[in-house]
C-alpha cells in the first residue's frame, strides 16, 4: 500500500468516525435530555461517543495535511487554493473553535448541535463531491443556510420530543 | 499562598512578554533598516536565525534576572503576568501582520 | 528538491501539526474547572518540543531551500503577495510560538493541581494556550497558501 492509499484509508476512516459520532451523539443526547437530566450511564456512553468522534476530527486533521503534503512535493499545488480545500479547512476550524465555544458557554446547546452536524456533513459532501460547483464564498452562504435548516429542524424534533434543557 | 516555584512562573511570563514584543520590533526594524538586516545575516549566516537566537537569548537571560530579582510572587501576580503574555502577543502578531500587510500591497 | 530537504519540509510540516494540536488539546482541558493535570502536562510538554522540532526542521528547510528556490517562482508567478505577506509574517509570526508553549509547560509543570485548578491562573492560562493554538493555525494555513502559488 502506497502513501496515497493509506492517506485516503485514514482520511475516509476519520470522515466516517466523525460523523457517525457527530449523528449518534447527537441522538444518545436527544434521548438522555427527554426526561431532563442525563443520568451517569447516559453520561458515559455519550463521553465515549465524542472520544471516538475526537480520534476522527484527529485523523482527518493529520490525514488532511498528508494530502497538502502530497500535493506539493509531487507539484500539483492548484487544489491548495481552492475553493474545496478552503471551504473544507473553514469547517473543520469552525468545528474546533465550537468546542472551546460551547466549553465556554458561549454556544447554547441546540446551535452546538446545529453547527456540529452541518460542519460534518457538509464535510463530508464537500470531500467527497469531487467537481462540487461553486466558489469559497458561496459555498460557505450554503453552509451557513444549511446550519440554519438543521438549527430549526432540531429545534422542531426538541420540541416534538418535549427535550427539557 | 507563596510558593517557591511562584518567582520562576511570574519571571518568565514577564520574559516571553518582553520576547514577543522583542520579535516583533526587530522584525519590522530589520526590515526598513538594511543594515540591522545585514548585520544579523553576517553574525548568524541568515537574519531569521539571528532573530531566533536573539529572541531565545532574551527570554533566558531576561527570565533568569527576572527571577533573581522578584520576591514575594502570589497567584494574582502570576495571574496578571499571563494576562499580559496574552495581550503583547496579540499585539506583536497585529504589528508583524498589519507591517508585512502594508508592504505586500 | 533532495530527498533530505524534502524530508524536512515534511517534518516540519508534521513537527508543527501535532505540536498545534497538541496545545489544542491542553486548551480543552484548561477549559474544565478542574483540569486533569497528568494530561495537561503530557500535551503541553509534548506540545512544546514538537514546536521545537518544527522550529529547527523548518529554520533547515528555509534557510537552505526556500530562498534560492521557492521564493523566485512564487515572486514571479500570480500569487507574490503569498511570499510578500503570508510567507514572511508566517515566518515571524512563527517565532512567537516556542516562548508561548515554554510558559505553558512552566506552569503545568511547575504549578500545584491546586494553583491549576485556581481560576485566577486557569483562565489566563487557558487564554494563552488559545492565543498559541490561533497563531499555530494562522502559521499552518499560511503555510498552505505559500505552497499553493508555487506553480
Do not use: Q
Amino acid at each position: 500500500m502506497d502513501w496515497a492509499l493509506a492517506i485516503k484509508f485514514a482520511h475516509i476512516i476519520g470522515t466516517a468516525l466523525g460523523v457517525g459520532g457527530a449523528t449518534l451523539g447527537e441522538v444518545f443526547y436527544l434521548k438522555a435530555a427527554r426526561d431532563g437530566k442525563v443520568d451517569p450511564h447516559e453520561n458515559d456512553a455519550l463521553r465515549t461517543i465524542f472520544y471516538v468522534l475526537r480520534v476522527g476530527m484527529a485523523l482527518l486533521i493529520i490525514s488532511g495535511f498528508g494530502y497538502f503534503i502530497m500535493l506539493r512535493l509531487e507539484g500539483h499545488t492548484t487544489p491548495l487554493l481552492g475553493a474545496r480545500m478552503w471551504a473544507k479547512l473553514t469547517i473543520v476550524l469552525i468545528l474546533l473553535f465550537g468546542v472551546v465555544a460551547w466549553h465556554t458557554r458561549k454556544v447554547p446547546m441546540w446551535l452546538g448541535s446545529a453547527i456540529s452536524l452541518t460542519s460534518w456533513y457538509a464535510a463530508l459532501i464537500i470531500g467527497a463531491w469531487r467537481g462540487i460547483p461553486g466558489t469559497y464564498v458561496s459555498l460557505m452562504l450554503w453552509y451557513a443556510g444549511a446550519i440554519v435548516m438543521v438549527g430549526i429542524v432540531l429545534l422542531i424534533i426538541r420540541w416534538a420530543l418535549k427535550v427539557k434543557e | 499562598m507563596i510558593d517557591k516555584h511562584f518567582r520562576t512562573l511570574y519571571a518568565f511570563a514577564i520574559s516571553a512578554s518582553v520576547t514577543v514584543l522583542f520579535i516583533a520590533i526587530i522584525t519590522i526594524w530589520a526590515d526598513l533598516y538594511a543594515p540591522l538586516k545585514d548585520w544579523l545575516k553576517a553574525m548568524f549566516t541568515h537574519h531569521w536565525i539571528g532573530k531566533s537566537v536573539l529572541s531565545a537569548a532574551l527570554f533566558l537571560i531576561l527570565g533568569g534576572v527576572i527571577g533573581l530579582l522578584v520576591s514575594k510572587v502570589d497567584e494574582n501576580k502570576i495571574a496578571t503576568a499571563l494576562w499580559w503574555l496574552v495581550g503583547c502577543s496579540i499585539i506583536a502578531t497585529l504589528a508583524i501582520w498589519g507591517f508585512y500587510l502594508i508592504e505586500a500591497f | 528538491m533532495s530527498t533530505f530537504t524534502e524530508l524536512t519540509l515534511v517534518l516540519h510540516i508534521v513537527f508543527g501539526l501535532m505540536g498545534v494540536m497538541a496545545i489544542y488539546s491542553a486548551l480543552v482541558v484548561l477549559m474544565k474547572d478542574r483540569p486533569a493535570v497528568g494530561f495537561l502536562r503530557f500535551m503541553s510538554v509534548s506540545g512544546l518540543l514538537l514546536v521545537l522540532l518544527s522550529w529547527i526542521t523548518g529554520a533547515y528547510y528555509y534557510t537552505t531551500y526556500y530562498g534560492s528556490a521557492v521564493k523566485p517562482i512564487i515572486n514571479a508567478g500570480k500569487f507574490p503577495w503569498a511570499h510578500a505577506l503570508m510567507m514572511e509574517a508566517k515566518e515571524h509570526t512563527f517565532l512567537l510560538l516556542p516562548f508561548l508553549a515554554a510558559v505553558l509547560v512552566f506552569v503545568v509543570l511547575l504549578g500545584s493541581t491546586s494553583l491549576l485548578s485556581d481560576p485566577r491562573v486557569r483562565r489566563p492560562l487557558a487564554a494563552l494556550a488559545g492565543v498559541a493554538f490561533t497563531l499555530g493555525t494562522i502559521i499552518a494555513l499560511s503555510g498552505v497558501v505559500v505552497s499553493g502559488a508555487v506553480r
